[in-house]
């Protein structure tokens, strides 16, 4: 049980990490969209993407958008499909 809260306790860091990094107000918006907006993740922890910055749809690697969860607001990221 210990290590599913060690687990956890990292997941919510990572998405606190990516929260600080990605900033989607000088993003270029995904179309059809008001909430998603393209990002470039350099790093992949165990399928959640860290360290995201905003970008343009040429040089982006996920799309993400803001949730809001128990923790606070958090960074939902897909990887783009090519």
């Known amino acids: ?3 599913i809260r ?4 990292a997941a919510a860091l990572a998405t606190v990490a990516a929260v600080a990094t990605a900033v989607p107000a000088s993003a270029d918006p995904v179309p059809g969209s008001s909430t998603q907006f393209y ?8 399928g959640v993407p860290i ?9 982006a690697s996920h799309i993400c958008q803001y949730l809001a ?3 606070g ?3 939902d990221c897909i990887q ?3």
Do not use: E, G
């Open 51 to 59: 360290a995201c910055t905003q970008t343009d749809a040429a040089h």
């Open 69 to 71: 969860t128990p923790l």
């Open 1 to 3: 049980m210990r290590k």
């Open 73 to 75: 607001l958090a960074l």
């Open 80 to 82: 783009r499909s090519a």
């Open 39 to 46: 990002a470039y993740c350099a790093v992949d922890l165990l």
């Open 6 to 9: 060690i687990a956890a306790a």
